[in-house]
Nanobody, 124 residues
Framework: QVQLVESGGGLVQAGGSLRLSCAASGRTFSSYTMGWFRQTPGKEREFVARIRWSGGGTYYADYGDSVKGRFTISRDNAKNTVYLQMNSLKPEDTAVYYC??????????????WGQGTQVTVSS
């Protein structure tokens, strides 16, 4: 059974930092795209960051415009874990943060998993 379990959320003052972790289990995720999304009540889920496997042990990271330069995504394949280092946090970063794992196959097939989310609250 595949599981993604987020941790590391909490309450932090504006300008502070948090590091989120997402531990994956149930299979090896080294070739999967691992990402972070966030959502606040009444709004659509927002893309935060992802780290994609491009083959040969190379990974590429992409970020949402609102977090570029402040957040860093990384992964430890030996631990099947992806991290999100969040610096210079702002009140508008307050949201539930979700971890996701995905893999695309030929003919449009897609495999996707989501965690349960972890709350991040940034006070002003």
């Amino acid at each position: 059974q595949v599981q993604l379990v987020e941790s590391g959320g909490g309450l932090v003052q504006a300008g502070g930092s948090l590091r989120l972790s997402c531990a994956a289990s149930g299979r090896t995720f080294s070739s999967y795209t691992m990402g972070w999304f966030r959502q606040t009540p009444g709004k659509e889920r927002e893309f935060v960051a992802r780290i994609r496997w491009s083959g040969g042990g190379t990974y590429y990271a992409d970020y949402g415009d609102s977090v570029k330069g402040r957040f860093t995504i990384s992964r430890d394949n030996a631990k099947n874990t992806v991290y999100l280092q969040m610096n210079s946090l702002k009140p508008e970063d307050t949201a539930v943060y979700y971890c996701a794992a995905s893999r695309d196959y030929e003919l449009g097939a897609r495999e996707e998993y989501w965690g349960q989310g972890t709350q991040v609250t940034v006070s002003s």
